[in-house]
């Protein structure tokens, strides 16, 4: 079955408002701007579930989504963004470290980082979190439709080099505005369940 049911659950900042339904979640990290909420509409086949918008800073809290009653996605805040005050940055980070660290559901953190760009020390620094907290290392590069085929190698390996990743790690080329890598998404999706003991699954969306 196709996706049937998605809705926002809760936009919640501390862990007393975190939802408490058992189902495993999948949090999108990343830059301010580089496509976290654009990506989670992509995948539910909605245009507006997530709110995006064309200037950083748009996702302020931390949103919960239920996918199907199957898994939630959750959508974080973007970091790196200049333009707001060094108070309210330093609560998004508390934000997110908090729930990235306590939130005992959390099956797998998903990197989101531009095709187009080096990764920089902020995504280094969230990728050896991941990778330090146990999660299988997983990068989505996210604005493939801006990138030439023949200079795609290159970018791939400009990521993989910077943020040290192994053979073991996996990154996946996606585009949401034009649905690239949506298959290979819920593919991996189904793996991450499976190989954690969880028995749904998603058809390819
Ligand atoms: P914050 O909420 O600020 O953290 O940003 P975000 O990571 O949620 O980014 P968002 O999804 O709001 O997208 C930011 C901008 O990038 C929007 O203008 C999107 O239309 C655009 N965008 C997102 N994904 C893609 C993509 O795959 N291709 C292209 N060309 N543009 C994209
Ligand atoms: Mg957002």
């Known amino acids: 079955m196709k996706i049937s049911n998605t809705d926002i659950i809760i936009s919640a900042a501390w862990k007393d408002q975190w939802p408490e339904d058992k189902t495993p979640e999948f949090a999108f990290a990343g830059r301010s701007n580089v496509g976290?909420?654009?990506?989670?509409n992509m995948l539910t086949n909605r245009t507006k579930l997530a709110r995006t918008a064309s200037r950083p800073g748009k996702t302020r809290i931390i949103n919960f989504y239920d996918i199907d009653g199957k898994i939630k996605f959750v959508d974080l805040p973007g970091y790196g963004f200049a333009r707001v005050s060094k108070a309210e940055k330093n609560k998004w980070s508390k934000m997110i470290e908090t729930y990235l660290s306590e939130r005992e559901i959390l099956l797998q953190v998903l990197l989101l980082v531009d095709l187009r760009h080096q990764p920089t020390s902020d995504d280094i620094m969230m990728f050896d979190w991941i990778k330090e907290m146990g999660f299988n290392g997983i990068v989505i590069a996210t604005k493939a439709d801006k990138v030439?085929?023949?200079v795609l190698p290159k970018n791939i390996n400009r990521i993989k080099k910077t943020l040290n990743m192994t053979e073991d790690d996996f990154l996946l080329p996606i585009s949401s505005t034009k649905k690239i890598g949506k298959?290979?998404?819920w593919d991996m999706?189904?793996?991450l369940l499976e190989v954690n003991g969880f028995e749904q699954r998603f058809e390819r969306q």
Do not use: A
Not at 36 to 40: E, N, V
């Open 36 to 40: 976290k909420s654009s990506l989670i």
């Open 183 to 185: 298959y290979k998404f």
């Open 148 to 150: 030439k085929k023949s």
């Open 189 to 191: 999706i189904n793996q």
